[in-house]
């Protein structure tokens, strides 16, 4: 089953999630940033399986949230301080996101 949050808001320099499950997530802005699923981070995957393009791994750590912006029923975009705005997170990425902790 798709995961949605019933609630999200920024608190501070933190993505705060309520899921429909009373589960609550809270992912900081450096987090967030430095797994953007965009290709602008992540590279893109030509049909031979290579990747091209990306940024190396690297912290954020004096990055802020401007803004959140939905995307249809199924993901937000985040706006960062430095600029970067090409990601689109799904519930389903934030939810493994949180996961990972």
Do not use: C
Request: aromatic share 8%; net charge negative.
């Amino acid at each position: 089953m798709l995961s949605q949050p019933s609630r999200f808001e920024v608190v501070g320099n933190t993505l705060a999630l309520q899921w429909l499950d009373g589960e609550e997530t809270y992912l900081d802005a450096s987090e967030l940033r430095a797994n953007s699923p965009s290709a602008e981070n992540k590279g893109e995957v030509d049909i031979f399986g290579k990747v091209s393009g990306g940024e190396a791994p690297r912290e954020h750590l004096d990055i802020k949230i401007l803004k959140v912006v939905q995307v249809g029923n199924y993901a937000i975009r985040i706006h960062f301080s430095d600029g970067h705005s090409t990601g689109i997170y799904s519930w389903d990425y934030l939810k493994s996101l949180s996961n990972l902790k």
